[in-house]
């Protein structure tokens, strides 16, 4: 079954730290870009991140550079999000999707929810 | 950063009607080294991940019924539903995948009159 499913949200004090998971399946992870795009509650779709499907290039929203880190594992079929100080407004559900050839996000996962709150 | 304003925010359309969202960009989107533009539209259900329903500004994703139909080149483009049913209540957005940041409009909800 083609799917991603994401892990790893939570609640989490101001200026802590997350990692998010998104682990693929029933495909060929490998050959993939991948995003990160999240969504604050009420609110619309923010692009987050990139990674290019050998990792070899990484670009972020102005709104987490510096302080998130997206990474792939593709032995382990899975893409990572590091969120480091995190604050108020990275509360969002998170999603992981893939980048198809044509460029757009072809497949979605459910969604990891983080509330970042004192 | 290319910002995609979407309009109008919201609307409602009767059953059967048509449903017509524009979306504007604030620089060309289009790439002339494949004559295509780099424009996708996603449905979005509550409670659900977005889905995608359109790409290169015109291109139905397979499955999507032909009732959704993309339009437009450049800095504007339109999303019809050309006879709403009611499964289409949802939130509709585009994207630009001409660059990154890959930048969303704001969404436009879709509901029945």
């Known amino acids: 079954q083609v799917q991603l499913v994401e892990s790893g949200g939570g609640v989490v004090q101001p200026g802590r730290s997350l990692r998010l998971s998104c682990a693929a399946s029933?495909?060929?992870?490998?050959?993939?870009?991948m995003h990160w795009v999240r969504q604050a509650p009420g609110k619309g779709l923010e692009w987050v991140a990139v990674?290019?499907?050998?990792?070899?290039?990484?670009y972020y929203a102005d709104s987490v550079k510096g302080r998130f880190t997206i990474s792939r594992d593709n032995s382990k079929n899975t893409l990572y999000l590091q969120m480091n100080s995190l604050r108020d407004e990275d509360t969002a559900v998170y999603y992981c999707?893939?980048?198809?050839?044509?460029?757009?996000?072809?497949?979605w996962g459910q969604g990891t929810k983080v509330t970042v709150s004192s | 950063d290319i910002v995609m304003t979407q309009s109008p925010d919201s609307l409602a359309v009767s059953l059967g009607e048509r449903a017509t969202i524009n979306c504007k960009s604030n620089?060309?989107?289009?790439?002339?080294?494949?004559?295509?533009?780099?424009l996708t539209w996603y449905q979005q259900k509550p409670g659900q991940p977005p889905k995608l329903l359109i790409y290169w500004a015109s291109t139905r994703e397979s499955g999507v019924p032909d009732r959704f139909s993309g339009s437009g080149s450049g800095t504007d483009f339109t999303l019809t539903i050309s006879s709403l049913q009611a499964e289409d209540v949802a939130v509709y957005y585009c994207q630009q995948y001409y660059t990154t940041p890959r930048t969303f409009g704001q969404g436009t909800k879709v509901e029945i009159k």
């Open positions: 620089q060309s989107i289009f790439y002339s080294s494949n004559n295509k533009n780099f």
């Open positions: 990674i290019w499907y050998d990792g070899s290039n990484k």
């Open positions: 029933g495909f060929s992870f490998s050959i993939y870009g």
């Open positions: 999707a893939r980048e198809e050839l044509r460029g757009a996000f072809d497949l």
